[in-house]
Nanobody, 119 residues
Framework: QVHLVESGGGSVQPGESLTLSCAPSGSVFRILGMAWYRQAPGEERDLVASISGGGRTSYSDSVKGRFAISRDNAKNTVYLRMNSLKPEDTAVYYC?????????????WGQGTQVTVSS
């Protein structure tokens, strides 16, 4: 059973930065797409950023220019660097990975990590 383990959340003031990371527990055959989602209280879970197996990135308009997603394939880890944080970035952040088990693909989700931006 694969579990995604996230870290790096916390409480910061507006304008500060945080970096989230996420990696699967145990070994996996191959990881395809990776992404970060977020969910604020009373809101739906929304896609924040994604990165393909080839390294192509995509961002939501609300974070474009402030957040950067990256991946380290040797470590099977995805990162989300968040700069110039705003109060509206406050949410639980979830990583998602599409993992190739050689007999099929499956999406996995992290447990979520809280990011709070407040003065």
């Amino acid at each position: 059973q694969v579990h995604l383990v996230e870290s790096g959340g916390g409480s910061v003031q507006p304008g500060e930065s945080l970096t989230l990371s996420c990696a699967p527990s145990g070994s996996v055959f191959r990881i395809l797409g990776m992404a970060w989602y977020r969910q604020a209280p009373g809101e739906e879970r929304d896609l924040v950023a994604s990165i393909s197996g080839g390294g192509r990135t995509s961002y939501s308009d609300s974070v474009k220019g402030r957040f950067a997603i990256s991946r380290d394939n040797a470590k099977n880890t995805v990162y989300l660097r968040m700069n110039s944080l705003k109060p509206e970035d406050t949410a639980v952040y979830y990583c998602m990975m599409t993992i190739d088990h050689s007999v099929g693909y499956q999406d996995y989700w992290g447990q979520g990590t809280q990011v709070t931006v407040s003065s």
